[in-house]
C-alpha cells in the first residue's frame, strides 16, 4: 500500500500519540529525558568544535544515554505496531527491554551506511535512509531478527523511498527548530530571573527545555515511523 502522505501520517501519528499520551509520556521521560540530562550534568561535553573528539567520559555517557532511549523507542513502537490488548506497562517495558540490544545495532548499521552515504555526493546516503528507515519497525512488528528487518525494510522501502526519507527529515528539523525555540524561551525566562536577583540557572534551563524538545519530537517521530510501516505494509 502506497496511498499515504506526509500529511495523513502526521495526523494519525497525533491521533495515536494522543490517544496513548498517558503511558507514552512517562516512558519517554524516564528512558530519555532523564537518562540525558544525567548525562549532561554528570559526563558533559565541553568540545568547542563538532570537529572534536568528545572525551572518554562524554562519549561513554551519550553511548549508554543513546542505548537507554531506545528501550522508549522500542516501547513506542510496541505500542503503535501491535496495539497489545491485556499487557501491562510493565511487561511492554521489559520487551523493549529484550529488543534494545538488536534494535541498536539496527539503528547503528542504518547511521553508518547512511552516514558513509552521504560521504558520497549526499543523494546515495538519502536513498540508503529511506529504504533502511523502517527496519526498527520491521523488527517490532514482525518478530526478526536484524539482518531480516534490513532487507524487510529494503524491501519496504524501494517504491517509497523519497517520502520515507522526507519524513524522517522533517522530523530532524522538527527537532533542531523546537530545540532553537525552546532555547531562546529558556534564554528569555534566565534574563527576567537574572533581573529579580535570580541567577546561575541559564546552563541548566537551556539544557532542560533542549532535552524536552528531543524527548517530545522522539515519541511523535517514531509513532510515525511506525504508522509508515503500517501503511506501507498493509497493517491494519
Known amino acids: 500500500m502506497s496511498g499515504w502522505t506526509i500529511g495523513s ?3 494519525e501519528t497525533r491521533a495515536i500519540v494522543r490517544e496513548q499520551a498517558w503511558v507514552f509520556a512517562p516512558v519517554a521521560a524516564a528512558f530519555v529525558l532523564l537518562p540525558s540530562l544525567a548525562v549532561a550534568r554528570f559526563f558533559p561535553d565541553n568540545r568547542q568544535s563538532l570537529m572534536e573528539l568528545p572525551s572518554d567520559e562524554a562519549l561513554c555517557g551519550q553511548i549508554a544515554s543513546a542505548m537507554i532511549s531506545v528501550i522508549a523507542e522500542a516501547f513506542i513502537l510496541i505500542v503503535a505496531l501491535r496495539r497489545d490488548g491485556g499487557r501491562s506497562v510493565s511487561q511492554l517495558i521489559a520487551e523493549g527491554i529484550r529488543l534494545t540490544p538488536a534494535l541498536f ?3 547503528l548499521i542504518i547511521g553508518i551506511a547512511t552516514g558513509l552515504g552521504l560521504m558520497l555526493l549526499i543523494l546515495p ?3 540508503i535512509l529511506g529504504r533502511l528507515g523502517l527496519a526498527p519497525a520491521a523488527m517490532v512488528a514482525e518478530r526478526v531478527g536484524i539482518l531480516e528487518a534490513l532487507r524487510r525494510a529494503w524491501e519496504l522501502g524501494r517504491r ?6 522526507l519524513f524522517l527529515a522533517l522530523i530532524l528539523l522538527a527537532t533542531v527548530g523546537a530545540m532553537i525555540m525552546l532555547v531562546i524561551v529558556a534564554n528569555a525566562v534566565a534574563l527576567v530571573l537574572r533581573v529579580v536577583g535570580i541567577e546561575g ?3 541548566f534551563l537551556r539544557l532542560l527545555t ?3 524538545a528531543v524527548t517530545v519530537v522522539t515519541v511523535y517521530g517514531w509513532t510515525g515511523i511506525a504508522v509508515i510501516y503500517r501503511r506501507i505494509a498493509g497493517v491494519s
Open 9 to 11: 501520517i502526521w495526523e
Open 160 to 165: 517509497d523511498f523519497w517520502r520515507i526519507f
Open 201 to 203: 540557572i541559564d546552563t
Open 125 to 127: 546516503g538519502m536513498y
Open 210 to 212: 533542549s532535552t524536552i
Open 105 to 107: 545495532a539496527v539503528k
